[in-house]
């Protein structure tokens, strides 16, 4: 059972949004903090965004204002809405626990030309 399946990426032109989804197994979602990483050419993966199981959240500081995290508990889903997006917000997206400890699923490509 593959664990993690991001969804929502796509061509977006500086200034867009774009909502992207994340579905995890029940066993998983209901016991750990969840997180959005991404990963731009050539520079390591980071962690932009995190959520506790109860709803509290936290952002990287290049993120915040623009982004908003959630999850839908009962639905085994979490969300990444990412508004006013910039061409520095190109890259693979991913979700993972808060650790990153979770096996890495194929991300979602998100594209802001520049």
């Known amino acids: 059972q593959v664990p993690l399946v991001e969804s929502g990426g796509g061509l977006v032109q500086a200034g867009g949004s774009l909502r992207l989804s994340c579905a995890a197994s029940g066993s998983i979602f209901s016991f750990n903090i969840m997180g959005w990483y991404r990963q731009a050419p050539g520079k390591q993966r980071e962690l932009v965004a995190h959520i506790t199981v109860g709803g509290s959240t936290n952002y990287a500081d290049s993120v915040r204002g623009r982004f908003t995290i959630s999850r839908d508990n009962a639905k085994n889903t979490m969300y990444l809405q990412m508004n006013s997006l910039k061409p520095e917000d190109t890259a693979v997206y991913y979700c993972?626990?808060?650790?990153?400890?979770?096996?890495w699923g194929q991300g979602t490509q998100v594209t802001v030309p520049s």
């Open positions: 993972n626990n808060r650790l990153g400890g979770l096996p």
